[in-house]
């Protein structure tokens, strides 16, 4: 892994930022789909998606990089975790060919958007007990289940359900994934009520009975149950999309942490009081040095994991995913908080925008899973200490 960015990245860091900084800044309830479309037409939304698909070719580090600069600028897109990086990194690995050259393209420059199903009101961050289920009524699929906590379903045109079904040798239930077109029978969305203020609402999903065909299951039709690549196929296709999520959720933490970090450091630089910038006190200097320093650790393994991800090893990335969303979270509330604090009563004025992070940090410690199941995750598969559940 390169520890130090290529000129190819600096050059795209720079001008993500540019762009970013100089659209209008996206504000809470507007529609941003003019700032999607016009990052899709530089190449931004796609930038992981393969070439032959109208893709820039890249991978997860570009992506992320991506992201992590717009929101920086104030103008995050939480739908890049979403569309080209989850589903987007799913359908190009494991997809069809069919189902490539329906989706990759149009993903890609922005035409259209998949949104992500995978949370259940029972299951949490359990995945093994996700209740969505789908069965074989002749050549179609039925799919019956609820999912809450989905981003963006009234903006996009297909969501990739998470279900299981049953494993025809075994018998036992095994993970898959659907594309669930916005408009299929008896596929029922609802807004949640969020005290958070996001462009991108949340939904809860209802699938009663929902009929697809063959061709909307990942990777293949009848002979191929669980997608290309035997009956763990379905497994793979999960954890392909959760690590991408998770470096995502990471890159748009240090991007709102960077944001945040930015006025502050200007407000310290020319608010005076006592005749001297109050940046000038160590009780003001010091906290904003810890969390720029916090920040970019937490970049670097952000980056180690999307190198590891685009490199294809999926263990080596799933680990590292989950230490950069961990580290990208706290690194981000403490920034939030810190910059909140520095303002003084201006850091809870409308006019200066950082009151509205402080909900938005406390995010990315919650999802797309919890801190503590991520400290679960490194104390038994990178410690080996035992499970207690």
Known sequence: MPLIESEEHKALREAVASFARNHPRTTTGADNRHFWQEAAKLGYIGVNLPEAYGGGGGGITELSLVLEEMGAAGNPLLMMIVSPAICG????????????????????????????????????????????????????????????????????????????????????????????????????????????TSVEKQFELVLDDVRLPADALVGGGPSHAFGSGGEDAGLLQLFAGLNPERIMTAAFAIGMGRHALARAVEYARERIVWKVPIGAHQAIAHPLAQAHIELEMARLMMQKAAHLCDAGDDIGAGEAANMAKYAAGEACVKAVDQAVHTLGGNGLTREYGLAQLITAARVSRIAPVSREMILNYVSHQTLGLPKSY
């Open 89 to 196: 990194t799913v359908i190009s690995r494991f997809g069809t060919e069919a189902q490539k050259r329906e989706w990759l393209p149009a993903l890609a420059d922005g035409s259209r958007l998949m949104a992500f199903g995978i949370t259940e009101p029972d299951a949490g961050s359990n995945s093994h007990r996700i209740t969505t289920t789908a069965r074989r009524d002749g050549g179609d699929w039925l799919l019956t289940g609820r999912k809450v906590f989905v981003s963006g379903v009234d903006i996009a045109d297909a969501t990739l359900i998470v279900g299981r079904t049953e494993d025809a040798r075994t018998g036992k239930l095994k993970p898959c994934l659907f594309i669930v077109p916005r408009d299929a029978e008896g596929f029922q969305r609802r807004p949640i009520d969020m005290e958070l």
